[in-house]
């Protein structure tokens, strides 16, 4: 099956007159020669340092390019191996409406966390979140936290959502600070790349010898940005998808459908199906482009998101994404779909009875949360 993707070079999104900005506001962030610069509707703010304050015998400082050894070496077994941050930290310092913040204790860095302005400058996302191993479960975790969370109420005053996403769940107690928003299901595939095209023609055979084929329903690329913006920005998408928490939650960061927030998916040079079976598509998917991770000494990653609860959709979405990575990738692939829990079960047994691509977590949660920054 054909696919779209969409340029890296539509960031801009210019054609379609999309501004990320909050009103009064530009959410942009530069790191050069250790300091850094916001601009604002109101005079600009010019920091001589990277270094931004200190709190409880910590210095907090903007992170650099010449952090990511310091950076990767408080990072050990962070997300059990599917950490994707080696493979982002330098776009970070570059990636508009991001903030990226360390916390030193005599000079060695212990903490990181990272703040990024989605939904028109009102929402910063919060991710990256990480201690060094000696010091975690002591509560330097809530110290950054904090910190970032009054650094970007200085900085960014729009700022009135703060949300997050989490494969955890943390309990009630703490739980009970924020407001959950949605639990998507997630299974997780575990192969080696040898054994994905058998694995992909395996799925294909199935939808063959099943009524899903015989459907009337079919999956189309998306074809350009006009067709992605005509498609987000309907306002009863959300509704018929079942999105959750009224938002599309790509690669674990959930940004609201508004126009401001599609210079962000243009980006992500990601790949796109939709339901194009009516006017009113009830089944649309993506999948980012797979990256490396340092889990088992070096694997890839690949995400799927899907959105929807059509079963027959969700089958033939999956069995397309997959098909149009398997030349690419190489080496022990680790598959995460994302989905509506309804979607589960059915996709779990849709993949079962391969030797070499198999289930690799049981049935786990994303859990969608927001309070207050």
Sequence with gaps: MASFRISRSFTSLQEFKVHARPRGETCHITHRQNHMTVDTSTPRVT?????????????????????????????????????????????????????????????????????????????????????????????????????????????????????????????????????????????????????????????????????????SSRLVPVKDLEALKTLLLDSDLSSRLQLPGGAIIQDWQPLKLMESNLHILARRNLTWFVDGSSEKPLFMSLHTPPYPIPFNGGSLRFNIDLYGTDTSLAKKALTAHLNIVKSEIQGLVLVHIYMHQTLWEDLKQFCEGHETVKQFRDYWEQLFLEREP
């Design 47 to 215: 920091m001589a340092s990277h270094c931004v304050g200190e709190s409880d015998g910590l210095t907090f400082c903007l992170a650099r390019p010449e952090d990511y050894d310091d950076v990767m070496a408080i990072s050990q077994d962070i997300y059990g191996g599917n950490d994707y941050l080696p493979h982002r930290y330098h776009s970070w310092m570059t990636e508009p409406g991001r903030v990226v913040i360390i916390a030193r204790r005599d000079r060695k860095l212990v903490a990181l966390e990272s703040g990024l302005l989605v939904d028109g400058g009102e929402t910063v996302i919060v991710e990256g979140l990480r201690v060094c191993p000696n010091e975690r479960g002591c509560g330097l975790a809530g110290v950054i936290q904090r910190f970032v969370d009054g650094y970007i109420k200085r900085v960014y005053p729009n700022v009135k959502i703060k949300r997050l996403t989490r494969g955890d769940d943390p309990g009630p107690e703490k739980l009970s600070k924020f407001t959950l928003l949605a639990r998507r299901a997630v299974l997780s595939l575990l192969g080696d790349s040898e054994g994905f095209d058998g694995f992909v023609s395996g799925l294909k055979e199935k939808l063959v010898g099943s009524d899903e084929s015989n459907s």
